[in-house]
């Protein structure tokens, strides 16, 4: 059984940072990609981030390209997004998510496990 628990996110200003965890038990994840959603009040979830299995391919959203990095930690079956600059549309509860396969990917669908998210806030 895999389980994913997202942490690191809160209430932050125009133009600060938040940097969101999100732990991984049950089968270790050295050799599948990971993501990073989310979803905004009234709408549909959307593909952020993605890393692939060796941590050298990544993968942005052009909304949030140069401003977000996801990195990863396999040694503490962790993966992190690091978050710039942040504006008020980023605003969303974010997820975490697991392949079981390693390449990179943008699709929902192809994400077989989820995390229950962590709400980030960005005031104006």
């Known amino acids: 059984q895999v389980q994913l628990v997202e942490s690191g996110g809160g209430l932050v200003q125009t133009g600060g940072s938040l940097r969101l965890s999100c732990a991984a038990s049950g089968r270790t994840f050295s050799r599948e990609a990971m993501g990073w959603f989310r979803q905004a009040p009234g709408k549909e979830r959307e593909f952020v981030a993605s890393?692939?299995?060796?941590?050298?391919?990544?993968y942005y959203a052009d909304s949030v390209k140069g401003r977000f990095t996801i990195s990863r930690d396999d040694a503490k079956n962790t993966v992190y997004l690091q978050m710039n600059s942040l504006k008020p549309e980023d605003t969303a509860v974010y997820y975490c998510a697991r392949r079981t396969v390693p390449s990179v990917e943008s699709s929902i669908s192809k994400y077989d496990y989820w995390g229950p998210g962590t709400q980030v806030t960005v005031s104006s």
């Open positions: 890393i692939d299995w060796s941590a050298v391919i990544t």
